[in-house]
């Protein structure tokens, strides 16, 4: 089945809302790809857009994840658990954070295993051309996922058949989600039409993305500009960037420096105003560019005794209010001359990343093997 030529579906292709709907995803995929050419905040872009995907993703398989939550989680934090939660919300919370950990995987650092199953719909995306790569993405996933195919490898070959087929210059994980929800039609045409909705609406939704990116970015670079010229705070606003959430110890061993002077780095910035703290701890600190998007309470406070109060569970503690708000956007950007970014400098971080992924997946399968066996 997985094979049956384009031909056949021929007359279920004049379905008179097709054009528009092609024409709506084509246009869109085209302006993200032109604003993505040769764009210096690429690998920061890439890494939200993965967050946004697998929250995307989480949602219409029924996994509500919080991508703040799974930032602070590539970072090594644990996940915020409220005391007042029943035990089985805590394990709803649990098995979201399996979920968007395994889907991380697979769009980022598929296993042998996971590779096999990709390539395999990588063929399958490649079975049966047409002169419009939207229209043999949407007619081939509909016939994978008919047959009973998978849903994370047609995904994770989607974002490869993208760039295979020239649409975009990088990976962007670009698989309209919102078309495997429960609401989508059961029609093959409607459910065409409604792919291609997703993927126009995916895709200016990342346009946005990355507007809000520059504008957030080239903000923080105005504000440390004129320091002096041995001065790190510009590379660290470029790494500040690339991650969402961001600790010391990984913008240490990004830009070359102790772990103390990029404490003080990230402290001052957050005085001036350009970063802000998302978890106050006293340890395993997280920051983020505040002009970015709105960073939340992903990472449990600390603990910390009140004064008087005896032993037993502390209270539970509030957002403040500067974090609870949005961060106020700077003004769209229009024209501007784009600084170069050396990302060498975050190899060893990204390494480090993904360390953490694949060491919290098995500190997680462990802990779940662990509850069904008892």
Known sequence: MLDTPLAPLRPSLSHPALPGALERAAVAVARLGQ???????????????????????????????????????????????DHALHIVDRGAIFEAARTALAMHRWLVEPDFDQEGEIQA??????????????LTAAVQMHRWLQAGGARPPIRAALVRFWVRQRLLPAPVPLTGPRSLGPEAPDGFAEWMCCFLDAVADEARDYHQLLRDLERGWLGARGKVAGRRSTSRAALAIDVLATAPLLSPTTLARAIGMSIKSATALLDGFVGDGIAVEVTHRSKRRLFGLAALAPLRDGAAPPRRPEPGRGRGRPPLLEVEPELARSPMSLPPVTKFERPAIDYSVLEAAIAECEQVVRSTKRTLDQLASVGSIT
């Open 35 to 81: 604003a993505l050419d040769a764009h210096p905040l690429l690998p920061a872009f890439l890494h939200r857009t993965r967050l946004e995907a697998v929250r995307r993703q989480a949602a219409v398989d029924g996994h509500g994840i919080d991508p703040w939550h799974l930032a602070a989680m590539l970072e090594g934090l644990r996940l915020r658990m």
């Open 121 to 134: 719909a990588e063929r399958h995306l490649s079975a049966a051309p047409s002169p419009s790569a939207l």
